[in-house]
């Protein structure tokens, strides 16, 4: 399974489709009567911006070294050190799976 697919199973997630390369699909969250990109970080290290900046999802990560996925749709419950302008939108964080 992809991250994206995943990624469906949350509320309020939305999973679009790149229109001029269908299989890039980006993570949108459904807020009222609006749609936005959220941030995305992955091991503490952000990689989309959030806002008008569409993450291509499954181009970040490896869906097999994949530990955990956090989806904060706002800043309740969003840990404090994700807050900021970025975070309205709200925040994907991503874990990897570390050696051993």
Known sequence: MDLSSALMRFPGVRIVSDPGMPSRRFVMFRRAGDS????????????????????????????????????????????????GLNSSCGVVLIWIRKAK
Do not use: F, S
Request: with cysteine.
């Open 36 to 83: 936005c990109y959220p941030a995305v970080y992955v091991d503490d290290v952000m990689m989309h911006r959030g806002g008008d900046d569409p993450a291509g999802i499954d181009d970040l990560v490896d869906p097999i070294a994949v530990a955990g996925v956090e989806v904060y749709r706002g800043q309740a419950g969003l840990p404090p050190q994700y807050w």
